[in-house]
């Protein structure tokens, strides 16, 4: 759990003021929420960055973009572009943001925009022509977006940093007060330590204490293999497993690059870190820090960093030919696990089917053990079932 500052809890309550306003109103309807007649999933936290919002985004693409068309709106943080952008495989970091990028480089097929107005980017996605028309709208950091409101509202706690012991900015980390979770139709625990017991998961069930209408879940960090950023000869290496004998530059500009440290740490005590703010602009000061720290190191050497600073890291110059050749990102995903990925997977599959023109079926892949959703369209659209928040 981050430190509390205790000098700002006066600061945190006028800023819980101000939220707490915002929402009556939206509660009294004198602010409007809108509905769509389409799937709508909406990924977000009541924290400041760090649940793993992008890998639970991309864990739901992997299960529907099989059979569904899924589109991916977001609202482009710190991008240099105003208003709906829609992204094609020539779009830049720069037009739609490090998380929406990564989403398109990994998975060019999808539909990917983003609009700070998240309802003007959700109806120029409905409005496109049949071929492209999403089947569903993943919403992604949406849950303080409240003039939309989600069909199916999942939130993400971070298993490091409980809600209920957190206090609101700037105090703590909080953007909502932990009352907020009401508003979640599933509460995701997210970076579970893989090897949690049965007692573990009751006390965190009792912990977050969630009404008979929410449906809570447990995931854990999936790591994938390395991937080499550049095509340069450099350093040859696979997986986190084989840097036992190497040193490791962790260079990072996330919010919680904690969990990162801590797989590094269990495989090498010969790490040096650069450490940079959520979504960093890397700047030419910052460039030849990079590069000096990495000439400094003795071989055997390589530079670990995140797949979301892979997507900034990647559009700049000035990195030397030696952090080129020796650079590798950590791609992760998320696992459900307690045994209910099966019970999560057809809670979503069961979404949009009733949702949707479609027919919803989970199916496996042997040969990948990766579920997937296969939809069969059917003549008759079915009532619109929405969930009450």
Not at 74 to 82: C, D, I, M
Not at 120 to 140: H, M, Y
Not at 188 to 194: D, G, L, M, Q, V
Not at 229 to 246: A, L, N, Q, T
Request: with cysteine; hydrophobic share 40%; glycine share 4%.
């Amino acid at each position: 759990m981050d430190k509390i500052s205790p000098k700002l809890i006066p600061l945190s309550w006028l800023y819980g003021l101000a939220v707490g306003v915002r929402n009556e109103l939206f509660n009294l309807k004198i602010l409007k929420s809108r509905q769509f007649d389409a799937p709508v999933i909406g990924i977000g936290n009541i924290t400041v960055g760090g649940t793993g919002k992008t890998p639970h985004v991309e864990y739901l693409i992997e299960l529907l973009q099989e059979s569904c068309k899924v589109a991916v709106l977001s609202r482009g943080y710190k991008r240099k572009t105003k208003g709906f952008l829609l992204a094609d495989n020539a779009t830049t970091m720069e037009s739609i943001g490090d998380e929406a990028f990564q989403v398109k480089q990994k998975y060019p097929e999808v539909t990917v925009a983003v609009d700070e107005k998240r309802v003007d980017g959700i109806e120029r996605l409905l409005a496109l022509s049949s071929e492209k028309r999403p089947d569903v709208i993943l919403l992604d950091d949406c849950y303080q977006h409240r003039y939309v409101k989600p069909g199916l509202n999942i939130l993400l706690v971070d298993y490091n940093n409980m809600i209920n012991d957190d206090r609101l900015l700037p105090a703590g980390r909080l953007r909502e007060p932990a009352s907020s979770r009401d508003r979640a139709d599933v509460i995701i625990i997210t970076k579970c330590p893989a090897t949690m017991k049965p007692i573990d998961f009751r006390v965190l069930t009792k912990t977050i204490d969630a009404f008979p209408y929410q449906k809570l879940f447990f995931s854990t960090i999936d790591y994938k293999p390395l991937k080499k950023i550049f095509p340069d000869k450099g350093v040859d290496v696979k997986s986190i497993d084989e840097i036992e004998e190497m040193n490791v530059l962790m260079l990072t500009g996330i919010a919680a690059p904690a969990t990162l440290h801590e797989q590094i740490a269990a495989r090498t005590n010969k790490i040096r870190m650069l450490m940079f703010d959520d979504h960093h602009d890397f700047l030419p000061k910052d460039i030849a820090d990079i590069n000096a720290t990495f000439a400094s190191m003795p071989e055997p050497k390589l530079i670990i960093t995140t797949e979301k600073d892979e997507a900034r890291l990647k559009s700049i110059a000035g990195l030397s030919p030696e952090v080129r050749a020796n650079i590798f990102s950590q791609p992760i995903g998320i696992r459900i696990i307690n045994d209910q990925e099966d019970k999560f997977n057809k809670l979503i599959a069961d979404y949009v089917r009733q949702n949707s023109s479609a027919e919803v079926v989970i199916t496996k892949h042997e040969e990948e053990h990766t579920p997937v959703v296969e939809v069969k369209k059917v003549e008759e659209k079915p009532k619109v079932i929405s969930f009450e928040m």
